[in-house]
């Protein structure tokens, strides 16, 4: 009915309508409610026990009461979309009216009242911790709703960031959630690392790159690793529009929030010593950027509880499963259990007209390939939202990232910029080399890697203009140690074969990144001696000792493995494209 042609005015019916305030206060009454049924729970009860010709519920049920709230949600999010106009039922719900300058108020202004916006946000905001120096909060509320009920979190931030990206909502949006609530920064830093974890069935266990190791649940991963990148897009987005305007103490802020101390931000909350003692411990010289944490904590092995036994299909060995495939809610390629158990119940009927089902052996033969292809299909729809989730999440650091490095590179601190990027070219090879990648994130790790040495590269061109001006002639030696690792983790990257040339491409105009960093360092040394000064170049030539090392032993003697074609003369063109 919200999306229906036929009621363009709806919202402004509504909103016009003398039952208009009843309507807003049962809506946010249902938002209100303090219920932690688990949403997968929630969702299966509501199919089962509503519906057409379903019995009436014997009285209020948790698991009904957040099938409901998640209801709302799911109509908040299909019409806050961009493509969706403005005003519409949403935007009453959220807002309390339906008038065109209909906007977020402050609740405790003067005339205004309580609505949806408002009870998702205090959803959100609940246990998240205060920032250090801004308004203080009480610890003891409890956990945040993004670590006991990811699912339902989610879809939340999905709104907010809805309000926050369409042209009508955006502005007052972005103002309300950055200057009362401080809602981008305070997220950011309170959002982990690692997936909560649950002890619910059927379970995952992850494995991340410091070895800690969980227990949780595929939706739980999925969820948890989605909702961070909307906060991620949350951010770039505010730095978008704070550079825009030249709020610089803000973007300032938010940057160093990024490429800080992921512990400085936030309010101590009287942590008490045993919930210290458990924080991930760093070594010496082990980066602390959030940034850097976040790349890392995309780095993760996981294995299913669920698991088959290989079986040879007889019957239903010619079942086009590939027919099955839909687009999800969240924008997953899975295999659609209804289409699934169309396909099967079609292929039985079929098999039992052609007479091949006789006996009872066929039958029970029939129904175990049949339950063997649900078991399969259910075991390769989580790994698609695994990996769709973890690529999101990329896609989303990316974008930040991006933000970081090309609208506010300037606002960064000068002395620590070649850090912040040697440490990102330390981590992001390592995640390029992860087995099972997939190839659209292979290639946006591989811009990634890309765009930070092109800009090492000129910011290091920029430090040895500002140091030469100034007279510090030994300021600028790079880090050999650190170049020699880089440059092996490139050529190891290029060196796997399995990855398509765009992502070759890439990395060869990151390798000639590099070289131009090492040997314009090294004549802009050699151009200092020459003008009376003495700077060791140890470093440099170590650096370049260790190319020609690495050009002998690990670089092909094919042309064809470094992408050249057999005869030619130059890089394919499309590598480069």
Known sequence: ?????????????????????????????????????????????????????????????????????????DLLMQ????????????????????????????????????????SILDLLNFGVPGAKGKEKRDPALGQPLFLTLPAFAERCYHVIYQLCQHSRTSESTMRYLRTREDFF??????????????????????????????????????????????????????????????????????????????????????????????????????????????????????????TIQQQELTFLGQLNLQSCLR???SGCEVVDRTALLSLLTLAKRALHQQGRITTKAHTDAL?????????????????????????????????LLDMALTKCFDRLPFDRRENMLLDLLHVLPNSLRLPGLHESTAVLLSETILSTITKLREDRRHQNLVQ?????????????????????????CIMDHSRIELVRGNLYAALVNYLHLVLHAEAAEEHIEENGYHVSNASLYASRGE?????????????????????????VTTSLS
Not at 372 to 397: D, V
Request: charged letters at 20%.
């Open 185 to 306: 920064a305070r997220h950011l830093a309170a959002i982990p690392f690692k997936v909560p974890s649950t002890d619910q069935q059927p379970f995952i266990e992850v494995l991340y790159s410091d070895g800690v190791r969980l227990s949780t649940t595929v939706a739980t991963m999925a969820s948890f690793l989605k909702l961070r990148s909307w906060i991620l897009d949350l951010v770039a987005l505010d730095l978008h529009v704070l550079t825009t305007r030249a709020h610089h103490k803000s973007v300032s802020e938010l940057l160093e929030l990024m490429f800080g101390n992921e512990e400085d931000y936030l309010e101590d909350a009287g942590e008490s010593w045993e919930v210290a003692v458990f924080k991930p411990f760093h070594e010496v010289g082990q980066s602390h950027l959030r940034m850097i944490e976040l790349v890392q904590s995309l780095a993760f092995d996981w294995s299913d509880s669920l």
């Open 367 to 399: 129904e175990a390939e049949g339950n063997y292809i649900l078991e399969s299909c259910a075991i390769e729809n989580h790994r698609r939202k695994i990996r769709y989730a973890t690529a999101t999440g990329y896609e989303s650091l990316r974008r």
């Open 1 to 73: 009915l919200a999306t229906s042609p036929s009621l363009p005015q709806l919202s402004l019916l509504i909103d016009r309508s003398s039952e208009s305030i009843r309507i807003l206060e049962g809506y946010l009454q249902a938002l209100d409610s303090h219920v932690t049924e688990d949403v997968e729970t929630a969702e299966t009860v509501a199919e089962q026990e509503t519906g057409a010709g379903a019995a009436d519920p014997d009285g209020p049920s948790d698991s009904l009461t957040q099938a409901i709230r998640l209801a709302i949600l």
């Open 468 to 492: 030469t001006a100034a007279g510090d002639v030994e300021a600028g030696a790079l880090p050999a140690e650190r170049l020699s690792v880089l440059l092996r983790s490139i050529l190891e």
């Open 79 to 118: 019409n806050t979309s961009p493509a969706r106009p403005f005003p519409n039922i949403a935007h009453f719900l959220l807002f309390g009216g339906a008038s065109a300058d209909t906007q977020i108020q402050d609740p405790h202004a003067l005339g205004a009242r309580r609505s949806c916006v408002h």
């Open 327 to 329: 687009v999800d809610e």
């Open 547 to 571: 190319t020609m090392q690495l050009s002998d032993s690990v670089l092909p003697s094919s042309s064809t493995q470094l992408g050249r074609q057999p005869g030619s003369a130059s890089l």
